[in-house]
Each structure stands twice: as C-alpha cells, then as structure tokens.
C-alpha cells in the first residue's frame, strides 16, 4: 500500500512539486482513500463494483481474447489485435423461452464509440431422434433481428433484419452474428426492445424448434449462455507515444567538449559508488489483492508498473537514453551557466499497455485496455 502512495506521488516527476493540496498528508486513512480514488481514475472506474455474487464465471470467450492480447504479466503482446480499447460482456436479462434477448447496455458509458456488436449463441446437437428429419433437412437459416415493436415482433413491421446465414443443422458450437445496427440504435436505453432470432429450412418454413436449439440461460450451463459481445473505444489515450529519438547526441553538441574537471568526475563517482546509481528501471509490483481489489479484478492479479530511480549525472551517456533537450540541459548545470536549473530527470521514455480483465457494477465482464502503464525502460529527460 506504501508503495501505491509512492507511486501516486513519484509520477507527479522529479522537480515538481503535486499542484493540488488537497490531500491531507497527516492522516494516512485520507491519503488511502485520495490515493485510491485516484488509481480507480486511472483505470477509467468512479466506484469499484459493490454486491458482486461471484456465483458466475467469467464467459470463456473473454477469458480467451484476454490471453489473447494479453500476456501473463497484462501487458499488451499485439497492440493490432482490438481496434479499440474495451470489450464488454452482457448476458441476456429476460431468459425467455421464445428466441427473444434483451441485454442491459446501461453500463456503456457515453463517450464510448460502438465499434463492432456481435451475438454469440451456442447451437445444441440436435437429439438423435430427429434422424428422419435431417434426410430431408441439412441446413436452417439463422436469422437475428432488431425488435422495433415488442408486441408485433413476428410480424415484418415489428422487426428489422440485421443479419442471416445457413447452418448445418447437425452442427454445434457457438454461432457469431453481427448486430451492430441494433446497439448503435440503443443509444436512448428507450429503443432497446431487444433481439429476435428466428430458425427456417431452406423451404422457407419454420424449422422445429425441438430440433434446432440453441442453448438459453435458463436451462443450459452458464458457459453456454447467450452473449452480447461489445467492442468500443472510450476514447482514453495515454500521451501520444514519446519521440523515439536516436540514441546518442544532437547535432554538434559533443560531451567531449565540455569534458569535466577530474574533480567533478570523481565527485561524481563518488556519489554512485555511495548508492546514488544513475538512472535506471526498477521492479514497482502494484498487487491488486493488497490494494483490496482482487474482488473484481479477475486477471492479472497484478502487474508489474516498474518504476524509473538513479541520478542523471554529466555526461549523460548513451545508456541514459537522454533526449537532446536533456543532454543541453545537463551541460548548463554542469557548467552553471545559469542558476536554478537542475539535473535532468530519470523518467520512464517508454511506456506499455495493460489490460484488465473485471466485472463491471453490473457483474459483466470487461476487458480494457489501459495506455502507458507499464514503464518499458527509463532515460534522463
Ligand atoms: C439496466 O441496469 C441498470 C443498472 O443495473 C438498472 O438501473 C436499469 O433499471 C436496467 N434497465 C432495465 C431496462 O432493466
Ligand atoms: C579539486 O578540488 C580541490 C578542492 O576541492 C581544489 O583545491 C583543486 O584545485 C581541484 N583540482 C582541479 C584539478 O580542479
């Protein structure tokens, strides 16, 4: 926990001073509770969930994608693999026995832009009865509409389409469609009247539904659950990637030139054989379960932010990673040019993603994607 409040106030940098007074430093439980506030900032939540169950499992497909962009420590292996920021989970609220569905949007937030919306539902084996029917039958058209009017929704005007295909009717597996239009026309929680899913042979009649089945909330395992998958983009970015600069010095600036007094340099030495090691990365393990959220927070358990720590002593070499302004700012203090101007600072030069995979206030499942959290190496700015 000390080291959370560290972490909170070493990112305010090395010469500033926090702009804000508003925490109380006396008291502890304040600076705690200010400290967490901020971290849930961070991660983009304004109250950690409350009343989670936890009867249920996080869906396996969200497992799956969190593995799949993230490694073991949540860091992000392809940054191309999500084209936004957040996916979101929702299971379906009425259970009707009807193909009908009704999900709960209500924690989307505003700023969020709907990228891509998909229904996931797990088509059952047919039974082993039905063998005379399949003579006949070999594949059902799956068809998902948009409810415009709830009490008309077998009829055309109650419906709109949003997307079909053909099905092995002896298949079984999750079945993908899109339906993007539809959550993109909840944006008023007002017009969600929910999704319709309709199952016809190739005939153009309405297939048996004791054949055709499809998993529903209430009767079959949760891991087969019909599912709304979202994928969006809040918006959050973290500061627009760092200048890769070259290593090494600008233009004509040369150490060379402003070589330093034998004395300064034992001096300097002195001060890094004395602890004072130059600029470089440190582990900074930030434990989610000692922060007292592990509750809700189903992976990683806690990842390693690393934190940057040492001195940026002239000459700045290559190893320090400086960016030109640095390297000038160092020769100035070095050779005192002008008063108050400090050594540069050991600060993270590039930063890596995380992902969390949690339940939201609603026990959803979603995965976020987080920018610039992970220090990747340190450098003298
Ligand atoms: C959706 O969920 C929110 C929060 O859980 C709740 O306040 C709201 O009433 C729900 N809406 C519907 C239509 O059930
Ligand atoms: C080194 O510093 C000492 C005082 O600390 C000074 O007397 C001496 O002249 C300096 N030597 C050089 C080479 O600058």
């Known amino acids: 926990m000390l080291g959370l409040v560290a972490m909170v106030i070493f990112l305010q940098g090395c010469t500033s001073r926090p702009t804000e007074t508003t925490v109380n430093r006396e008291d502890p439980m304040h600076v705690r ?3 967490l506030k901020r971290l849930l900032n961070v991660f983009g939540i304004e109250d950690p969930p409350h009343s989670l169950h936890h009867v249920k499992q996080p869906p ?10 993230a490694g ?6 392809d940054p191309d693999l999500l084209e936004g920021n957040t996916v979101r989970s929702f299971f379906d609220k009425v259970h009707s026995d009807q193909m009908y569905f009704l999900f709960n ?3 989307v937030t505003k700023n969020e832009k709907i990228l891509t919306a998909e229904l996931h539902l797990f088509k059952l084996k047919p039974r082993p009865t039905e063998t005379a029917y399949f003579k006949r039958h070999h594949f059902c058209q799956i068809s998902v509409y948009l409810v415009l009017d709830k009490k008309k929704m077998q009829l055309p005007e109650g419906r709109k389409m949003l997307s079909s295909k053909l099905v092995p009717m002896h298949s079984s597996g999750w079945e993908v469609f899109s339906i993007t239009q539809a959550v993109r026309a909840w944006n008023d929680e007002s017009h969600n009247h929910g999704i319709l899913v309709t199952v016809r042979n190739l005939g153009g009649g309405q297939a048996d539904t004791n054949i055709i089945r499809f998993a529903s909330g209430k009767d079959h395992h949760e891991s087969k659950q019909p599912m709304l998958v979202l994928f969006t983009d809040d918006g959050r970015r973290g500061v627009v990637s760092m200048s890769n600069q070259p290593d090494g010095l600008p233009f ?21 054989e004395d602890g004072h090691t130059s600029c470089q990365r440190h582990p900074l393990y930030v434990d989610f379960e000692e922060i007292g959220w ?11 932010a690393y934190h940057c720590k040492g001195s940026c002593p002239f000459p700045l070499g290559q190893n320090m990673r400086p960016t030109n302004h640095a390297t ?16 540069p600072c050991c ?20 995965l976020k994607q987080y920018d610039d959290m992970v220090a990747g190496s340190c450098g003298c700015h």
């Not at 396996?60 to 962009?69: A, K, R, S």
């Not at 073991?72 to 292996?77: P, R």
């Open 328 to 343: 000038v700012q160092s020769i100035i203090n070095a050779l005192k040019l002008t008063q108050g101007v400090n050594s």
């Open 347 to 366: 600060v993270p030069d590039k930063l890596f993603t995380i992902n969390l995979l949690y339940f939201d206030d609603d026990e959803n499942v979603v």
């Open 252 to 272: 004509a600036i040369s150490n060379e030139h402003y070589a330093p007094t034998p004395n300064r340099t034992r001096t300097a030495r002195a001060l890094q």
């Open 72 to 77: 073991a420590d949540g860091v992000t292996k």
């Open 60 to 69: 396996q497909y969200m497992i799956d994608l969190y593995n799949t962009v």
């Open 33 to 35: 509770s200010e400290a």
């Open 294 to 304: 592990s509750g809700w927070i189903i992976s990683p358990r806690g990842y390693n």
């Open 105 to 107: 949007l209500s924690t």
